[in-house]
């Protein structure tokens, strides 16, 4: 037990302050091999994470690294050395802080492998990079704590599996080594400490005290939200007389493309001269920079942005959060709401915006979960071996290794306890030889027992390129946007596959303005100012899918048939729905069908998220194909598959026959373009090809092939490898998610109710007019070409 | 086989669907940048462990060919070999298949920049080869005429609706024709690029290889 020192309670004291309780339950826990705290932002959570190192380390500390704090921001790092240092300057305190992340200079971080300091701020990455050196066993010596930040946001990646593998690395150098992990709310707090702590070691959770409830409301607009689409921008008259009443507002939206889309729409609306500004991931560093430091500075009334402000410090005065369209995941509302919670004891205000019909349904069904504290979440996987394998190199380049002696130290990280040694031996002979059916490599290995039966690198000067590998976020591959001719900072990144498709004088949205393509030049976009209506730019990002929970939610909003909450154009819209059809039920799916003209229209209520939706759109179609219903094409959404062809489907219940459709899935899978993304991040992770490094890109080189030749064969002389394996698991997840068309197979049981309606039907109508309509098509893009093609020869006049 | 037919200093010419050149008079085919060898290359040096399936890959593809069109003589013009001891490293499997292809015809080794130098290997071997008004090598040179050449691995875009398709390609011009690389672990530079300007004329075309041969003008 651990009590707080004079030194530190007069120090509070003086501030006015009084220690929080979950500060001193993680003191008084210091001694223990693993803790977890969750407490809400604005918690002094991070000060809880240190308080146990400073009190350590008041009186004549010893010389060497004491505390090492990772964190998945490098400006996080740079906050909190900031933080830190005024109670240390306070209390004077002789603990030296240091940071390390992707910015510091060599110099730098080569004397703090030498000498390094009591607390070291890092990220996952620059963690592993420092433990692939030989010296690493030094640097870490003498290390008593860790402590992991945000932790739920990394237990989400594969970043948090690298992270646990490394803290397992550490752990064999730093035997007394204690974990202490900070998080944001999550569904599922034991399963979070059982991915932090050394297995099969116990881990405490302190809960904090979660403040006040949150002040949550739907945006009820006068005028009905439009029937489809994700703009919103009907909401802006409404959300700009909000933004009025805060001091600061988020306005979160789900993608990047849509957030440029709904902050031109915004700053066309503004009359009067309201600070408002963008942040997006596609945005330039120096760019997203600058908001930020408006925003410390408490200069802008509203920031509109995507996830990138999810995490991070606490900016300014933000007293009101506002999620434009249907927020598709609890926890990650619960945890933008909490974006608000800025002083401790004063309730979050949010405010969601349907952005269309059905999203009132969703708006209202985690509405009411957020009250109701019902958090979802997927469960984590089992560690990925992509990362194993990448963690497997860089123990390599730190010096010769026993297998034996690795499996144990690997299997005693959370997220991978339960892996077999014969998972573990595919992976290490994986990186010695490449785990290929032809045994071709056998003078070649890339790792070799030496005599004493370690394992090492065959040829030492491979530690470089493992070294610049390092890590396991694959970026899309992506071109910096420029002024032509007038140098200067780009504006932001656009896809390498967008940029293909411009021609000069197209525009499109970035940062907030429209620009003019001018042409590529050295791998950069040249852009002048553009006046035009912009195309928009498309940025992969990530497309979340509306959560299980979220989506059984809002069957039984459906089913019960209370629509009080609703405003009266919602209420009628179901109840005219309810007299033509039905209602979806839960544990049952619901398939509607009617004709238009002479096109049969058929709608299956899977609920499943529109990745899964997507996937059963096109495993479906093409089920009918051989059927010979001559299917058209198909919409999908986060509720439902609409499909359309020549035929009626009379036996719904036979399209969705579970070994079929698996059948189905695995032919199909192979030849995904989905697939090959996943391929060539997992093989990227696990080693065989190199990342992209920004800026470091060669350009004219004929030599690099793309990663979808290595898949292809694979494909065709070893479907079996170990890389093929790890992407058809990733494809169950993700934007194949054929996990959640499992679920929702068990979840109906083969119970189906099929309607005929005698027309449209209202719940359907709206995905008619939702874009991103799949056509049904194979050789058609080879017909596409040709046409393409001689319309250009004419044209040339060649 | 799918192909586009052309005219080169009087000779009609086929550039092949799948990436090769087909001159139908003399039955004369010819490929170039097979780079056989190149995992194994990579491997050696110390980098990755690619799946070493690329020249089984490329053999099947060029047997194909072969097989289908029966040429007197089969030209190689370069990087045949990813480097000089790549031709050790072939397993015996892809030996007996070359050595299957090369029976009973004309086989010509062009050296490239890869494979320069002494190759154990039968067939002929030259830096050069000339024939009626065409000259055959790795590396086009800029003031030449009638020639045929390898090395860059050209490849282009074509725009269609719902994206663009980029396959390597043909260059042709009234002077000249750069093949595409036949090679499975090869990939491409884009006809953008600078170093074709010096090449190709005005009215140079691609033709995009794949499973039909499509002639667009050459993007630049």
């Avoid at chain 1, 062809?645 to 199909?668: K, M, Q, V």
């Avoid at chain 2, 030449?144 to 390609?169: F, Q």
């Amino acid at each position: 037990m651990t009590k707080l020192p004079a030194k530190f309670s007069d120090w509070f004291t003086a501030h006015g302050w009084e220690i929080h309780p979950h500060q001193s339950d993680l003191l008084a826990r210091s001694h223990d091999p693993a803790t977890l705290l969750i407490a809400p932002t604005g918690g002094g959570k991070t000060l809880a994470g240190f308080l146990p190192t400073l009190t350590e380390l008041a009186d004549n500390p010893p010389v060497g690294l004491h505390t090492l704090y990772v964190s998945p921001l490098k400006a996080l790092a740079a906050d909190i050395k900031r933080n830190l240092e005024t109670p240390i300057h306070e209390m004077n305190l002789p603990i030296r802080v240091e940071s390390r992340t992707g910015d510091t200079t060599q110099t730098q971080k080569k004397r703090q492998r030498a000498d390094p300091p009591h607390i070291l701020l890092t990220t996952p990455e620059s963690l592993a990079v420092m433990l692939s050196y030989e010296d690493g066993a030094k640097t870490f010596a003498g290390l008593q704590r860790v402590v992991i930040d945000e932790i739920h946001a990394l237990a989400e990646s594969k970043r948090g599996d690298q992270l646990m593998l490394c803290l397992s690395a550490l752990q064999s150098i730093a035997p007394n080594m204690r974990r202490v992990g900070l998080s944001a709310t999550v569904e599922d707090p034991p399963a979070l400490a059982t991915f932090l702590a050394r297995n099969p070691d116990p881990c405490d959770i302190i809960l904090a005290d979660p403040g006040p409830e949150p002040d949550i409301q739907i945006l009820h607009t006068d005028s009905p939200p439009p029937w489809s689409g994700a703009g919103a921008a009907y909401s802006i008259p409404d959300v700009l007389k909000l933004v009025k009443t805060a001091k600061t507002t988020l306005i979160f939206i789900n993608t990047r493309a849509q957030a440029e889309l709904y902050f031109r729409a915004i700053w066309e609306a503004i009359e009067d001269q309201l600070p408002i500004a963008l942040h997006h991931g596609s945005l330039s560093r120096e760019a997203r920079d600058k908001v930020e430091a408006a925003m410390v500075a408490g200069a802008l009334r509203a920031v509109v942005c995507t996830g990138t402000l999810d995490l991070g410090i606490d900016w300014g005065d933000v007293d009101l959060v506002i999620q434009v369209g249907a927020p598709k995941n609890i926890k990650r509302l619960v945890q933008r709401i909490g974006r608000s919670n800025h002083r401790y004891n004063a309730p979050s205000r949010a405010v969601i915006v349907p952005a269309n019909r059905f999203e009132i349904l969703e708006a209202q069904a985690a509405l009411d979960a957020v009250i109701e504290n019902d958090l979802d979440g997927e469960p984590r996987g089992d560690g990925p071996r992509d990362v194993l394998c990448q963690h497997i190199l860089i123990r390599a380049c730190a010096g010769p290794f026993d297998a034996d002696t690795l499996f144990a130290e690997v299997t005693q990280s959370g997220p991978y306890h339960s892996l077999t040694r014969p998972e573990f031996d595919a992976c290490l002979d994986f990186c010695a030889t490449g785990g290929y059916a032809l045994r071709a490599y056998d003078r070649w290995q890339r790792l070799l027992q030496n005599p004493a039966g370690l394992w090492q690198l065959r040829d030492p000067r491979a530690t470089r390129a493992i070294r610049m590998n390092i890590g396991t976020i694959v970026d899309t591959e992506t071109l910096k946007v420029k002024w032509r001719g007038r140098g200067g900072a780009p504006l932001g990144e656009i896809e390498e596959s967008f940029a293909a498709t411009l021609t000069q004088g197209d525009t499109f949205l970035i940062g907030g303005q429209v620009v003019r393509y001018e042409g590529l030049r050295e791998m950069t976009v040249q852009v002048t100012k553009g006046h035009k209506a912009p195309k928009i730019a498309t940025f992969m990002g990530t497309k979340f899918a509306t959560s299980t929970l979220l989506s059984t939610r809002i069957i039984d909003i459906l089913h019960a048939g209370d629509w009080s909450p609703f405003p009266a154009h919602t209420r009628d819209w179901l109840q005219v729905q309810n007299r033509i059809s039905a209602m979806p039920k839960p544990g049952r799916m619901m398939v509607e069908s009617y004709w238009r003209d002479t096109t049969a229209y058929t709608c299956f209520y899977g609920f499943a998220g529109r990745n899964a939706h997507q996937t059963l759109g096109l495993l479906l179609t093409r089920r009918m194909e051989e059927a010979g219903l001559n299917p058209i094409g198909f919409v999908a959404t986060d509720y439902a598959v609409l499909i359309w062809g020549l035929d009626a489907i009379t036996d719904p219940a036979a399209l969705l026959s579970p070994d079929d459709l698996r059948t189905g899935f695995a032919g199909w899978l192979a030849g995904n373009a989905v697939m090959k993304r996943s391929f060539r991040n997992v093989a990227t992770i696990a080693g065989l090809i190199e990342k992209n490094l920004p800026g470091k890109r060669r350009t004219g080189r004929q030599a690099t092939f793309s990663s979808d030749i290595l898949y292809n064969t694979l494909l065709k002389y070893d479907p079996d490898h170990l890389l093929l394996q790890i992407t058809q698991t990733e494809a169950m997840r993700g934007l194949v998610d054929f996990g959640r068309i499992e679920e929702m197979l068990t979840r109906i049981k083969g119970r189906i109710d099929h309607i005929q309606a005698p027309h449209v039907t209202p719940l359907s109508a709206p995905m008619l007019l939702e874009i991103g309509k799949v056509p049904i098509k194979g050789a058609a893009i080879e017909k596409a070409a040709a046409v393409r093609a001689s319309e250009l020869m004419r044209e040339a006049g060649l | 086989m799918h192909g586009y037919s052309f005219i080169l200093k009087s000779t009609n010419l086929t550039a092949l669907s799948a990436g090769l050149l087909w001159w139908a008079d003399r039955k004369l085919l010819c490929v170039s940048d097979l780079h056989l060898g190149k995992s194994e290359r990579m491997a050696r040096r110390g980098g990755s462990l690619l799946p070493p399936y690329e020249n089984k890959e490329t053999l099947t593809r060029l047997a194909l060919a072969i097989n289908a069109l029966d040429p007197v003589t089969v030209i190689c013009l370069g990087d045949s070999f990813d480097d000089l001891a790549s031709l050790d490293a072939l397993d015996t499997a892809d030996h007996s298949n070359l050595a299957a292809m090369m029976a009973g015809r004309r086989w010509i080794w062009i050296e490239g920049n890869h494979d320069a130098g002494p190759l154990n290997i039968g067939g002929t071997h030259l830096a050069q080869f000339e024939t009626g008004p065409l000259t055959f090598r790795h590396i086009a040179k800029v003031n030449s005429n009638g020639e045929i050449s390898g090395h860059y691995h050209p490849k282009a875009s074509v725009k269609i609706k719902s994206g663009s398709l980029t396959r390597p390609c043909f260059l042709i011009d009234e002077t000249r024709a750069i093949l595409p690389a036949f090679g499975a672990y090869t990939g491409g530079l884009k006809t953008t690029d600078p170093a074709f300007s010096p090449l190709m004329g005005e009215n140079a075309i691609a033709v995009l290889t794949g499973a039909q041969a499509l002639p667009i003008p050459m993007p630049r």
